[in-house]
């Protein structure tokens, strides 16, 4: 039963993607009833829902401040008018859009995913003025998860990996399926983006650039990745007693807002967003799932196509405790087929606040059918490479 409400979630998502909030919250409200009903008494409901809240609160906090903290980090970042000098430094023609990608790209591998992803289509909304499509949104979080699958500081399940003691050489080399399948969407995704809106090249002449915005963007950035980066090499053990990745950001915004002041209005659209991501999360969490499949390419492969709908975070916790995967091909698929639908990664849903024309599961899969493709792709060609590096 718990399968049929997060299945008939997912489902309400897809076809009221307007709604996608209140049908979440339905949901994991119809997921929490469920638990009292089977529960053999009321306090015992709620004792196991106080223990399952207390396991998962961290993760929830992290990902809510995370998700309105970068979006307080795009409105600085698009204050600073850096984003529309960019247009005139891309090549001409669809290879502007493969250039930014791979931006988005090598950003994510040093910054965490949301961050590059928020960059990324701040950036593209200035290239492309006449307007982004569903595709190239696609694109930009393909980017993001993609950078990230290699990186122990570039997506949260990397950061797991890295805490639970695998290295950042064992991770590398899923750069091998990330750059596989870059090659096969970045093309694809900036030429139909190239058709339907063309990247104008503006005038940057006379154009005033807010260096100190700019500065405040760097210093949040840098932020980000010195917390990450101390937190799991010295103090691994608080991960799990509070929220220090969402705090540090936090922290490094109200530390600047004095010198530049974000519109914090932007958090009114954003927090539509991040509450469903948020409420998602919790409901995947609620799912009776105790262990995965026995290791292998296929169910790895499998994996990835599930981070789709299912939470990656989770899927990564139950592969850590069972042991025995491929580290590096877990770690591109379930980071980057993440991609193939809007809310299977954070960093879709912190996109598709800046662009809600993209919060539709139909539009996103039509429009960026190239995901899977590539996603298939670059996990053969790791696959291939893997007993290289393995044996």
Same mark, same amino acid.
């Given at each position: 039963?718990?399968?049929?409400?997060?299945?008939?979630?997912?489902?309400?998502?897809?076809?009221?993607?307007?709604?996608?909030?209140?049908?979440?919250?339905? &949901?994991?409200?119809?997921?929490? #009833? /469920?638990?009292? @009903?089977?529960?053999?008494?009321? +306090?015992? !409901? $709620?004792?196991?829902? =106080?223990?399952?809240?207390?396991?998962?609160?961290?993760?929830?906090?992290?990902?809510?401040?995370?998700?309105?903290?970068?979006?307080?980090?795009?409105?600085?970042?698009?204050?600073?008018?850096?984003?529309?000098?960019?247009?005139?430094?891309?090549?001409?023609?669809?290879?502007?859009?493969?250039?930014?990608?791979?931006?988005?790209?090598?950003?994510?591998?040093?910054?965490?995913?949301?961050?590059?992803?928020?960059?990324?289509?701040?950036?593209?909304?200035?290239?492309?003025?006449?307007?982004?499509?569903?595709?190239?949104?696609?694109?930009?979080?393909?980017?993001?998860?993609?950078?990230?699958?290699?990186?122990?500081?570039?997506?949260?399940?990397?950061?797991?990996?890295?805490?639970? &003691?695998?290295?950042?050489?064992? #991770? /590398?080399?899923? @750069?091998?399926?990330?750059?596989? +399948?870059? !090659? $096969?969407?970045?093309? =694809?995704?900036?030429?139909?983006?190239?058709?339907?809106?063309?990247?104008?090249?503006?005038?940057?002449?006379?154009?005033?650039?807010?260096?100190?915005?700019?500065?405040?963007?760097?210093?949040?950035?840098?932020?980000?990745?010195?917390?990450?980066?101390?937190?799991?090499?010295?103090?691994?053990?608080?991960?799990?007693?509070?929220?220090?990745?969402?705090?540090?950001?936090?922290?490094?915004?109200?530390?600047?807002?004095?010198?530049?002041?974000?519109?914090?209005?932007?958090?009114?659209?954003?927090?539509?967003?991040?509450?469903?991501?948020?409420?998602?999360?919790?409901?995947?969490?609620?799912?009776?799932?105790?262990?995965?499949?026995?290791?292998?390419?296929?169910?790895?492969?499998?994996?990835?196509?599930?981070?789709?709908?299912?939470?990656?975070?989770?899927?990564?916790?139950?592969?850590?405790?069972?042991?025995?995967?491929?580290?590096?091909?877990?770690?591109?698929?379930?980071?980057?087929?993440?991609?193939?639908?809007?809310?299977?990664?954070?960093?879709?849903?912190?996109?598709?606040?800046?662009?809600?024309?993209?919060?539709?599961?139909?539009?996103?899969?039509?429009?960026?059918?190239?995901?899977?493709?590539?996603?298939?792709?670059?996990?053969?060609?790791?696959?291939?490479?893997?007993?290289?590096?393995?044996?």
């Amino acid at each position: 039963m718990p399968f049929v409400i997060f299945g008939m979630t997912l489902l309400g998502v897809a076809l009221f993607h307007h709604r996608a909030l209140a049908v979440a919250l339905m &949901g994991l409200l119809a997921a929490i #009833l /469920l638990g009292f @009903f089977e529960a053999p008494s009321t +306090s015992a !409901a $709620v004792e196991e829902l =106080l223990a399952h809240v207390g396991e998962e609160w961290v993760i929830l906090t992290n990902l809510l401040l995370l998700l309105l903290g970068f979006a307080v980090l795009s409105n600085q970042f698009e204050q600073s008018k850096l984003p529309e000098a960019i247009p005139s430094r891309l090549p001409d023609g669809w290879m502007g859009g493969v250039v930014l990608l791979g931006i988005v790209f090598c950003l994510s591998a040093f910054l965490d995913n949301i961050a590059a992803a928020i960059i990324g289509g701040v950036v593209a909304n200035h290239v492309f003025p006449r307007g982004v499509t569903i595709g190239f949104q696609a694109a930009i979080v393909s980017a993001a998860n993609a950078g990230g699958a290699g990186s122990v500081i570039g997506d949260t399940t990397t950061t797991m990996m890295w805490i639970n &003691g695998i290295g950042p050489l064992t #991770l /590398l080399p899923a @750069f091998i399926g990330a750059l596989v +399948s870059f !090659a $096969v969407f970045a093309p =694809l995704a900036s030429m139909a983006q190239q058709k339907q809106s063309p990247l104008v090249h503006r005038d940057a002449t006379g154009l005033v650039i807010d260096w100190t915005r700019v500065a405040i963007v760097f210093f949040i950035l840098a932020t980000i990745v010195a917390v990450n980066v101390i937190a799991n090499s010295f103090f691994p053990a608080h991960e799990a007693y509070a929220p220090v990745l969402g705090l540090g950001l936090w922290t490094a915004i109200l530390l600047s807002a004095p010198v530049r002041t974000p519109d914090w209005t932007v958090l009114r659209e954003a927090i539509k967003g991040t509450l469903f991501l948020v409420t998602l999360v919790a409901l995947a969490s609620l799912m009776p799932v105790d262990q995965l499949p026995p290791p292998s390419e296929l169910g790895v492969l499998g994996l990835g196509f599930l981070s789709a709908v299912f939470d990656n975070i989770p899927l990564t916790a139950l592969a850590l405790n069972q042991g025995g995967y491929d580290w590096a091909l877990l770690a591109y698929a379930v980071g980057f087929g993440g991609s193939m639908v809007w809310f299977g990664s954070s960093a879709g849903v912190a996109l598709t606040n800046l662009f809600p024309v993209g919060r539709s599961v139909v539009g996103w899969v039509r429009a960026g059918w190239f995901v899977p493709v590539a996603y298939i792709l670059g996990f053969g060609a790791l696959a291939v490479a893997s007993p290289i590096f393995n044996g």
